[in-house]
């Protein structure tokens, strides 16, 4: 099986700016049920590129990191949420569970910070998106879909950023 697929998208950002237009791009193509998982060191991007995400979902809300509440909600108009929850603080799946996650997507997408501290805890399709550090500026995203509708939104992405080839 090839290292990348179809499923697989690499992503170079050169700047902060660069990860939050990632994040719009992606942003713009979630819907309600929707679920994004963020693997990555402290200060690889996470937060970054889930700003980018509420801008293209659409909330006119702040978006911050939620490492102290664990879970921000961001609105739009129409009564629609996003959720973004920081799992740095959890001990384990269980504990995630607990939050009812299910109802979370009921109501909306739902973006992960640490998703990797909660894996049991999750959906089995999803998409998730590892942050690696390549210089101080620069980060590598690889963007992983778990299902038919992440590989259609990978694919989404690809067209966005590359155009057809």
């Known amino acids: 099986m090839p290292i990348l697929d179809d499923r697989i998208f690499e992503f170079f950002s050169h700047s902060a700016d660069q990860t939050r237009r990632l994040g719009i791009h992606l942003g713009g193509h ?20 889930v700003q980018g995400i509420g801008q293209g979902w659409g909330t006119l809300d702040p978006v911050t990191s939620p490492t102290y509440v664990i879970v921000n909600e961001y609105r739009r108009p129409g009564q629609e949420r996003l959720f973004h929850l920081d799992a740095y603080r959890l001990e384990n799946a269980l504990e995630a569970e607990h939050l009812d996650l299910d109802q979370m997507l009921v109501e909306g997408p739902l973006v992960i910070e640490w998703a990797e501290r909660i894996k049991d805890a999750l959906p089995e399709q999803h998409l998730w998106i590892r942050f690696a550090y390549s210089s101080v500026e620069h980060r590598t995203m690889l963007l992983r879909a778990q299902g038919t509708r992440y590989e259609a939104l990978v694919e989404q992405l690809r067209r966005k950023i590359y155009g057809d080839f």
């Open 30 to 49: 979630l819907k309600r049920g929707d679920i994004i998982c963020l693997q990555g060191n402290l200060g690889a991007g996470k937060t970054t590129l």
